[in-house]
């Protein structure tokens, strides 16, 4: 009798267990949603411990600005980056390894371009067609001053960083300046100017996406040279900039 009020008990106990499954599904559901809730706070935990060059939040191609230019930097549209790195290569070779001139290329084209066009104008006369019809370009006033107005708001930014830097107001902006300059005066010192340039424009198409695909590496190899950079800038303080004498600053008062 014992064993048969057991095995009623155990069937009452699943079947009040079914009738609970059915009523409260949502229990299964809310502890799957807050495994995957905990597990997405987790990943997002881990890439905001995750170092990035020069403190990076967002992807390459938005620091790029998201754009055209993003867009031929990062290689998105192959086409049109080989036609500008090709045009760009056509430049050098001309003025650098044929050792052309400016002044003397633009009218090499211009007169090649009147001849074509004067030629063509004469000979339609001949064969009963229509002259060419040359286009008038015009260059629009509001584009030359956006672009004179972008220049002279890049040149003042520059002056004022160059101000700031000036005024003694940060050390290690100053430091960092002062070795880009003499960096760039030793690559002056190599190579001309267009050449330098070309270097600089081949770079600029080639680091960002070469960065984009091996970001995670260079990121950290990036990181531990900050912190070396860091642990020797802290020596050099402490044994040569924090011996250097400094007068007490007292505010004159100029009549």
Known sequence: ??????EHDSVVDSVMDKINDTLHPHDSSSSDSDNEMEKVSSVEAVKAKIYRLFGRERPVH????SGKPADIFL????????GVLGFATAIWVLFELLQYHLVTLVCHILILALAVLFLWSNVSTFINKSPPQIPQVIVP??????VAA??????????EILRDIAAGKDLKRFLAVIAGLWFLSILGNCWNFLTLFYICF??????PVLYEKYEDQVDAFAE?????IKKQYAVFNVKVLSKIPKGPLKDKKFL
Not at 1 to 6: C, I, S, T, Y
Not at 62 to 65: A, D, I, Q, R, T
Not at 202 to 207: G, P, S, T
Request: glycine residues 8%; aromatic residues 4%; proline residues 0%.
């Open 150 to 159: 972008e220049f002279r708001i890049e040149i003042n930014r520059g002056l």
């Open 62 to 65: 938005k620091v790029l600005g």
């Open 75 to 82: 290689w998105r549209d192959k086409k049109i980056t080989a």
């Open 224 to 228: 531990k040279a900050e912190a070396e």
């Open 1 to 6: 009798m014992a064993d048969h009020a057991g």
């Open 141 to 146: 006033e509001d584009i030359v001053l956006g």
């Open 202 to 207: 081949v770079l600029l198409h080639a680091v």
